[in-house]
Structures are given as structure tokens and as C-alpha cells.
């Protein structure tokens, strides 16, 4: 059975590009929203697949947005220009947090957390780290949708969560502590051990565990620190996605990850000075990259 709505996918970007071919495959009715006209065919696996494409979203749908932490908030403006929007079933998917969703996200709005890694190179998309997904919301009140059965047979494997917001806490954590290293240190992610202090990595995740707290959601340190070091040792080879974001000089989402916990700490009263302090290395880089010479990719090890 195909969903009764079509889907929406947002861009041509790697995760975006991955669950379009795979709904494809599933027979679902898929159209892409880009910035402009213009290419629509994406590479999977030695397939190639045409999709219509549209800049603006012309009819009720199930919109899959996999786009990066400071893309969500020019989405949705835009999103809500649109008269379809109101009918339209909006499923997110970004690293990191916005210190203020519940402006920009409706309650009913669906989050897709997922381990699962892509890249394009090129017209192909790359499925380079085959993981695992949760489908839920922020507020955990809502009753497994209809659609969810179209997504976990494109991308499996799926997991219902109907309150998603520990899952997204962790993953924040295990972005913060694993992703800045990467970027101060040019690293691959197993070699973080080597950088990294123990007690420093333990400042990182304390201060999440005290923020979480304020904000509802428990969270243990130790479990934390854990779960980052399973990551760590299970994409040793990886680069990170902030690191390849550094190298490849395009924005970093720093700014929604330790930066999200730095500034949400100071709003509720107190400084979370690791994660701060995180921060404003990686955007200090940031800013000195773009007035010294390129990095070249080629050459981080
Ligand atoms: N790739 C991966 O393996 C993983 C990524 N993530 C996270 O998931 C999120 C998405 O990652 P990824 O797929 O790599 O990101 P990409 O940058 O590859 O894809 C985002 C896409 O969305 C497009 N886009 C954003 N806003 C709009 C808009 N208003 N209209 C049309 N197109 C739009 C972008 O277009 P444009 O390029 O023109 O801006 C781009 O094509 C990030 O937060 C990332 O950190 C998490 C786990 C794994
Ligand atoms: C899990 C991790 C750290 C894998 O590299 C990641 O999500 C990222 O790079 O953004």
C-alpha cells in the first residue's frame, strides 16, 4: 500500500537524497522541493532516478526534511507561506537543537532521529554507514501515524518512539562530545581518545545531563559518556559530519549543538563553561578559516 498523501522531499542532500530513492523504490509517489529547477536525477546503487521537482510546495504532502540545524528556521518560514502546509505532514531531521522549537515547530510536527550515514558524490547518493532510526514527537502524545509504515520499509530499520525527546538528548550529547574534538583536533573519530581528557569529556556530558534536567528529560552522565565512546569506537574511521563541514569550508552547526548548551544554560540561569568554551574554539576557527587559505580535505588525517 502507497501513502495516500505524496511526499515532499526537501533538497538534494545526502540523508533527503537517500530516503527519496528508497521511498522510490517502494513504489511511493516522490517530489522533490528545491531552491530551483533544475537537475532531478539522483544515482543510487546503479539505478538512476528522475524525480519532478517543484520549488514551492504546490499540494498537501508528507514533507521529509533532513536539512541542517540553522536551515530548519528558513524552512519553516518559508513552509508557512505555503496554503498546502496547513494540510501537509511535516517529518524533521537535524543535529542539534534550537533554543527556541516550540515557536517554529507545530506539536503534531514528527522528528526522525537516525544513525544512518550518506553522502552525494555528485548526481549519486552514497549510503556509507547503514544505522538505525526513531520516528516521534516532542511530545509524546501522538498515536503511531499512518505513514510510518511507508518510512520504515524505505529505510529500515524504524523504531516507534511516541516521545522522542531523550532519544534527541542523546544524540545531542553524543554530537557534542564527539564532533568539535574532531574539527580542534582534525581527527577522525577514533582518534579522539588520544586528545581528549576524560574529565573534560565528563564536563561536556554533566553539563547536558544538568541542562536536560532543567528542561524535563533525565539523562545519566555515565550513560552518556558510554554511549559517545560506543559511537566513537563504531565510526573510528569516520570523519565527522562538523569536520567535513570545516574542511570543505561550509557552515558548521556548532552553534546548535555545544553552542545550543551553552546559551540555554545562560538562559536558565547558569554558564556551562566547557560546552561554551567548545563553542567559541570552533567558531573562532571558523571565522580564521575564512580569512587565511582553504583547508584541503586531502590532507586531514
Ligand atoms: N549525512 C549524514 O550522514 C547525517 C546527517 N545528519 C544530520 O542531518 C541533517 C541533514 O544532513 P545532510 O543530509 O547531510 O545535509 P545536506 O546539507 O546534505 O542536505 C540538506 C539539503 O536540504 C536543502 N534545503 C535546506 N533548506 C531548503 C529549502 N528551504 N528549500 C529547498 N532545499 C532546502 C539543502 O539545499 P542547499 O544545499 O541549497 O542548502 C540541501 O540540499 C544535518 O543536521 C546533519 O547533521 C545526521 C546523521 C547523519
Ligand atoms: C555520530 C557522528 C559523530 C558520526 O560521525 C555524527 O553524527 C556526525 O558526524 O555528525
Redesign the pocket.
Known sequence: MTSKLPWCV?????????MAVHLAQQNEQVQ????RTGSTEIRFDGQTFRFQSN?QLLQPSLIF?????Y??V??IE??RRYEAFAESTLIL????MLANEEEWLRPQDWHW????????DGAEVVH??H?QSWLGTMTGTAEKPEFFTALARALPPLHWQADLRVRRWQ?LAI?CLINPYTVLHRCRNGELPQHVAPAEWRSVAEEIVRLAAYQGVTLATDDLLTQAQQVVEQTARNRS??LQ?YLHQ?PM?IA?LNGFVAAASAAAGWIAPTNQRLSEQVQSLSSMKSTTSKPNPDNAE
Do not use: C, F, W
Open positions: 526537501i533538497g538534494q542532500g545526502a540523508l533527503g537524497s537517500l522533490l522541493k528545491l531552491r520549488v526534511a533532513a536539512v541542517k540545524a536551515q530548519v528558513p524552512l518559508e513552509l531531521s537535524y543535529n542539534g532521529v537516525t544513525t544512518h550515514g550518506a553522502y552525494r556509507g554507514g544505522g544524540k554530537n559530519s562538523m563541514d561550509r552547526e546548535y
